[in-house]
């Protein structure tokens, strides 16, 4: 049996190109008000307005670079009544909301619905972030970024004591992310997720931090809506009724999405080179047998955003990636023992180009 010789070698060539990012990044456009707070006019807080009365989340403040946006958890109620509790301060694209039928505070719930057209595929979300507050080793914080095709609708939703509120919601945040956040009263009509980006963790950051997160693709195709969101506390979480902490704040600033022209996983006739290295510049040489082979049979194919995510209870979700497609990544056949086949990978922004070279021999 004859042995394949495949001798790789990869260049990285980089271009400024116009990014495709998300609105508003830098958090510098401010509007209307909200009980006497200035808002943001691209993105939303989770602010309550709830039988007359207004409690702020989302706030103003000096940022990293201008201003930059501060959401903190909140005790918030009618204490003449009895009724109070703590909320979740977040930001979204989408508009937070909230039901609360009467006084009937055991059937309240809450949520997030929709998000901005988007037809982008990024690979990583980089957000600069404080966490400050009493009890920050005790709730996680939460950078969200997901995706998605279609249109989903539901009309119960998990409540306080654990049960399902009536409330029609369109292309909400738990009927969206089913695989790691799912509604757990069910969905009517499902949308298909396309990606999710998902950081938590239970920290305290003094100074300003950038994280990075890394965003995984569960289908090839292109969204057609996105949401991200930016929560201080334990949201989105199952609808989390507790382990939410009044004064545990967040600061978030300069929000980039970044595109990769790396290939994290390549695939040659079906099968996976599990020692690629998509970071180097060496020769990079894989043995194939094969009892022969001519060049239309060589099949080269690229993938990235594959990976695991695990829920608050436990539960594991996996990310197969999705394949790059023929704007992304393009292949020039060549000639067993001869002219190489090259391979060139383009970020989706245009931001960056790698050029792989495959020499294949008997």
């Known amino acids: 049996m004859k042995k394949l010789l495949v001798v790789l070698s990869i260049l990285g060539v980089f271009s400024a190109a116009n990014a495709q990012q998300l609105p508003d990044p830098h958090f510098e456009s401010w509007g209307g008000k909200f009980n006497g707070d200035v808002q943001l006019t691209e993105w939303h807080g989770s602010n309550v307005n709830q039988a007359g009365f207004k409690f702020t989340f989302l706030y103003q403040k000096p940022g990293r670079t201008g201003y930059c946006a501060y959401v903190t958890d909140r005790a918030v109620g009618i204490p003449k009544l009895g009724i109070g509790a703590t909320g979740p301060g977040y930001l979204s694209l989408g508009v937070p909301w909230q039901y609360l039928r009467g006084l009937n505070v055991n059937g309240a719930t809450a949520g997030t619905e929709g998000g901005i057209a988007w037809k982008h595929r990024p690979d990583t979300m980089s957000v600069w972030v404080k966490r400050v507050g009493p009890k920050t080793n005790d709730e996680d914080f939460h950078l969200l970024y997901y995706a998605w095709q279609g249109t989903s609708k539901s009309h119960l939703y998990k409540n306080k004591k654990g049960g399902c509120t009536a409330t029609e919601r369109i292309n909400e945040e738990s009927d969206i992310r089913r695989a790691t956040d799912g509604n757990e009263c069910g969905v009517d009509e499902p949308a298909k997720q396309i990606a999710e980006g998902w950081y938590r963790a239970r920290a305290k950051y003094d100074e300003w931090t950038q994280i990075k997160v890394p965003i995984l693709y569960m289908s090839n195709g292109k969204p057609t809506m996105c949401n991200v969101i930016f929560s201080a506390g334990n949201y989105p979480a199952f609808r989390a009724n507790d382990g939410l902490y009044d004064g545990n704040a967040l600061y978030v600033d300069d929000v980039e999405l970044i595109y990769s022209s790396r290939i994290d996983k390549l695939t040659i006739n079906g099968n996976e080179w599990k020692e690629f290295n998509p970071d180097t510049e ?3 040489v894989l043995e194939l047998s ?3 082979l001519q060049p239309s049979d060589i099949r ?17 979700a996996r990310f197969n990636g999705r394949r790059l497609d023929g704007q992304e990544m393009t292949v020039v056949p060549g000639e067993i023992n001869g002219t190489p086949w090259v391979i060139t990978v383009k970020a989706e922004d245009g931001s960056s180009t790698h050029v792989y070279k495959v020499q294949i021999k008997n």
């Open 282 to 284: 060496k020769v990079q």
């Open 290 to 292: 094969a009892l022969s």
């Open 300 to 316: 080269i194919a690229g993938y990235r955003g594959i990976g695991t995510l695990t829920n608050i209870k436990g539960e594991k």
